[in-house]
């Protein structure tokens, strides 16, 4: 299937904003947020963008701007209107989206662009890690106004750091020199290296149903599945992109589906437990497509956003149909 939809695609347009990176709100069915930059991210400020959806559309709730571009954004797991993201001059900005001026903190450790933030989903914790390429991750609590933990072992940017939704304190990164890695709050140390590509990875992902289980997207044009018991070769591997991919999420109501978007345009849905693991192409964009989100609180609906200048949400074909 390519381009075929169930119901409207609701886009929005921001001229001169690049998008890179799109959440949904954990708490607020329908709001998403995303993080753009201007001239796509090389130079120039980055904006925040906080959109609702309703009958007609999306429509834009508010708007925050940074002096330099933004990369990622995380929500708050105990607060429905705090949002973290990430910047080109090596911050890390709090934002209140119930408070019209911002950040409410800012914080100032990394020494070069941060490209990932991600706020940790377990009970009981309140943590934020970041991944720069300065090649270091940092560990935050938000409450708190210097980092808590610098993690040290990757020889090259990262570009993605996602926490495990199943163990607490234990996080995954995905970098420039080839590997993933697994990471403990209680060690310094990187508990586990997967060699995983011959090629820059972009991003990674956690399977929301196994705790072994996690997705790597890389330059190569791959996604490569990995179970942490057993790191000598991939379970699965998906190949279908024409470019590097740039974002992998694992759906949050099917255990062996996951997205993709890329630098070829497009976004691809995948069931790897299938023979035939291409499950759907959707073709919309007309630059790279950078963010991506599943909504955890409907089934079909998907978020993206792209170097176009738009921000989109609709229900592909496969998620709507029974697995």
């Not at 998008?19 to 995303?34: I, N």
């Not at 949002?83 to 450790?109: F, H, M, N």
């Not at 599943?294 to 792209?306: F, I």
């Amino acid at each position: 299937m390519s381009g075929a939809r169930v119901g409207a695609v609701r886009t929005l347009r921001v001229p001169g904003r690049h998008g890179y990176a799109a959440e949904f709100s954990p708490y607020l069915p329908g709001r998403l947020a995303c993080a753009a930059a201007q001239h796509y991210g090389i130079a120039g400020c980055g904006t925040l963008l906080i959109l609702d959806q309703n009958e007609s559309g999306l429509r834009l709730f508010r708007s925050f701007d940074w002096n330099d571009g933004l990369f990622d954004v995380t929500w708050s797991e105990n607060n429905e209107h705090v949002l973290v993201t990430c910047s080109g001059d090596g911050s890390l900005q709090l934002w209140d989206t119930a408070k019209a001026a911002g950040p409410l903190q800012v914080y100032k450790e990394h020494t070069q662009e941060v490209y990932s933030v991600d706020w940790s989903q377990t009970r009981g914790e309140q943590l934020v890690v970041s991944g720069s390429w300065d090649q270091t991750v940092k560990l935050w609590d938000p409450t708190v106004g210097k980092s808590l933990c610098t993690f040290r072992g990757h020889e090259s940017v990262i570009y993605s750091t996602i926490w495990s939704p199943h163990i607490p304190g234990c996080f995954a990164s995905a970098s420039g020199d080839q590997t993933l890695r697994i990471w403990d709050v209680k060690s310094t140390g990187v508990r586990i290296v997967v060699p995983a590509h011959q090629a820059e990875i972009l991003s990674c992902d956690w399977c929301k149903y196994n705790e072994n289980l996690l997705v790597t997207g890389a330059v190569d044009c791959s996604l490569r599945g990995w179970d942490l018991r057993n790191i000598r070769q991939p379970v699965f591997e998906l190949l279908g992109h024409t470019y590097a991919i740039r974002r992998v999420k694992f759906s949050p109501f099917h255990a062996s589906v996951l997205a993709s978007c890329s630098y070829d345009f497009t976004v691809r849905f995948w069931n790897f437990s299938k023979p035939d693991p291409l499950l759907e192409t959707v073709e919309h964009h007309t630059e790279f497509t950078c963010g991506l989100d599943l909504s955890l609180q409907s089934p079909t609906q998907v978020a993206d956003c792209a170097w176009d200048e738009t921000i989109k949400i609709y229900d592909p074909v496969c998620l709507t149909m029974p697995a």
